[in-house]
């Protein structure tokens, strides 16, 4: 299966150099492969390797390379300065490719400039669009709640297979990458708030409450999150307000990249599924097109709430409720259509009887809404 992003990178690659980061085993290796085979004399680098390594520093790759594909090169010193000179003075039909875990998103943030070098992609989890070229929406729907959508889970389709990868994965996560950005002391305190998270998905979460259950500073609750979701093992959305300060300052909603890892019922793993898609929908218009898309909520102060905002600019474009059910259109939906009638407001369902309008609201099949998103 073809990568969402296969057609964008390799017309990218005739430009400037391509990074593409995210979570570890989301697929970035095997996809950097699948675009080798698209060049007839590639050659693929990883810094992990020792003689890749020897390769990379003493640049003894062959000539005539037409695509060059750098792994974990930010393990390399100076980095940076390799990649920019390695640009600067490659031949006019050598394309470079770059891929890295989050790691590699972090480090490319300081430091030495690679600016008007490289197009960045953030290579997502599958999603119903995806799975959706091979399976029918609602059950890639049904496989993303149960499964996640970790292509090797996924893949699978069985949830014995994918507890055990999962476990796995997450234990490899703690032991080599946190410590990465903490100290080993930290380990056990950040698994702890892992956990507590995974049963808060998709819910406000208060760093102060959080602060009291692990007996830490809420600055340093704070710091543990941004590690997490540095690690893209989380991410989090804010409410949305145009007074951006005032968005910041009030309480995210947290979810996991890999639904597989709330611990919830049906309509908390939806609820993530969505949040999931409709974040990869946000970074590939952002990515692909510079749209600046952004995924919020929206909430008032007597808790009125819907579920997911889209935002364009930092104005509100369309708004998103997700049920499980069918039971009717949600109030605070009805509420919202009210103060904002001219915004697109749309219900999701998953187990729908019949799809419906009313008073301006859509009432839509969750699995046909979402398989019809940008990515």
Aim: with cysteine.
């Amino acid at each position: 299966m073809k990568r969402y992003l296969h057609q964008l990178i390799l017309k990218d690659l005739n430009k400037k150099m391509v990074f593409i980061t995210g979570p570890r085993q989301v697929g970035k290796t095997y996809f950097a492969k699948q675009i080798m085979t698209e060049f007839p004399n590639s050659v693929y680098l990883n810094f992990d390797d020792i003689d890749h390594a020897k390769i990379i520093q003493k640049r003894t790759w062959p000539i005539n390379t037409d695509l060059l594909i750098f792994d974990e090169i930010y393990k390399m010193k100076k980095w940076k300065i390799f990649l920019k000179g390695t640009f600067d003075t490659k031949t006019e039909n050598q394309k470079i490719l770059v891929t890295g875990s989050a790691r590699l998103e972090t480090f490319r943030q300081g430091g030495e400039s690679l600016a008007g070098r490289y197009f960045h992609y953030r290579l997502n989890p599958l999603s119903v669009k995806e799975l959706s070229a091979g399976l029918p929406p609602d059950e890639a729907l049904v496989r993303l709640n149960k499964l996640g959508g970790f292509p090797e889970p996924q893949l699978s389709n069985n949830e014995n297979e994918a507890n055990r990868w999962r476990q796995q994965y997450y234990s490899d996560l703690i032991r080599e990458d946190i410590l990465e950005f903490s100290k080993i002391q930290e380990i056990r305190a950040i698994k702890i708030l892992a956990e507590l998270l995974r049963k808060r998905a998709g819910s406000p979460i208060s760093h102060f409450s959080l602060s009291l259950d692990l007996q830490i500073s809420p600055h340093t609750v704070s710091k543990y999150i941004a590690i997490l979701e540095s690690l893209y093992i989380i991410f989090s959305i804010r409410p949305f307000h145009k007074n951006i300060a005032r968005s910041i300052l009030k309480e995210p909603k947290i979810y996991f990249y890999d639904t597989g890892l709330v611990l919830g019922d049906e309509g908390k793993r939806l609820e993530n599924t969505a949040a999931v898609s409709l974040l990869k929908h946000a970074q590939y218009l952002n990515d692909s097109c510079g749209k600046n898309i952004s995924l919020h909520y929206l909430r008032t102060k007597d808790g009125k709430e819907i579920d997911f905002l889209l935002a364009e600019e930092n104005e509100f474009k369309q708004a998103v409720e997700v049920k499980l059910s069918d039971s009717g259109i949600s109030r605070h939906l009805k509420y919202f259509k009210n103060k904002f009638p001219d915004i697109p407001m749309v219900q999701l369902v998953q187990n729908l009887r019949q799809a419906r309008e009313e008073d301006g609201i859509s009432v839509v099949s969750a699995a046909a809404w979402l398989a019809q998103l940008s990515a």
